[in-house]
C-alpha cells in the first residue's frame, strides 16, 4: 500500500475560457458496439464540449491529471478534469483539493471533525486530515471526466 500523495502540479490548473468556444456535429444516434447501420449516419445539430460540460463557465477550472491513485473512477494520468468550484462539498464528491504541500484528486469522506480522502487505486492508503492542522482549501468538485481511450491490448 503507498501513502504517498499524487499531487497535481499547478500548472495544470486551467480556468475556462467561454469566448473559444467551437461547435463540433452531434451525431444524434446510439452507438453500437457491434456492426454499424449505415441508415444512421446524419448530423441533428452542432454542439461544443463547453455547453455539455461548464454549466458555471466562471467558476470552472479544467484540471489535468496525474498520478494512478484515481485509475478506478477512470481518471488516469493526462485525463482532462472539468472541475465546478460552485457547488457545496458532500460525501462520496471526487474533489480536487490543496493539501498542505500541493494540489491532488480524491473521494472525498466527512468524517467529523477530520476528513477522510480516499483513493480508487487500492494501492494507495486513504489520508485522514485534521482541517485544525491541515491546510486544505477545496478548488471544486469533478463534474467530468476526459480522457483518452485506452490503448488497446489483445490478450494472447
Given amino acids: 500500500m503507498l501513502d504517498t500523495i499524487d499531487y497535481l502540479p499547478p500548472e495544470n490548473i486551467f480556468l475556462t475560457d467561454p469566448t473559444r468556444r467551437k461547435d463540433l456535429p452531434f451525431f444524434d444516434i446510439a452507438v453500437q458496439a457491434g456492426f454499424p447501420n449505415p441508415a444512421d449516419n446524419f448530423i441533428r445539430q452542432r454542439l461544443n464540449l ?17 498520478g494512478e491513485s484515481m485509475i478506478g473512477d477512470y481518471i488516469f494520468p493526462g485525463s482532462m478534469l472539468v472541475v465546478d468550484s460552485t457547488r457545496p462539498i458532500e460525501t462520496g464528491m471526487v474533489i480536487v483539493i490543496w493539501v498542505n504541500e500541493g494540489w491532488c484528486v480524491k473521494r472525498y469522506i466527512d468524517k467529523s471533525p477530520m476528513i477522510m480522502l480516499e483513493s480508487s487505486n487500492e494501492k494507495y492508503a486513504p489520508m485522514y486530515l485534521h482541517p485544525d492542522r491541515d491546510q486544505v482549501a477545496v478548488l471544486g468538485e469533478v463534474t467530468y471526466i476526459i480522457s483518452k481511450p485506452p490503448r488497446y491490448a489483445r490478450p494472447r
Fill in 50 to 66: 463547453q455547453d455539455l460540460c461548464v454549466l458555471h463557465p466562471d467558476n470552472t477550472y479544467f484540471v489535468k491529471a496525474s
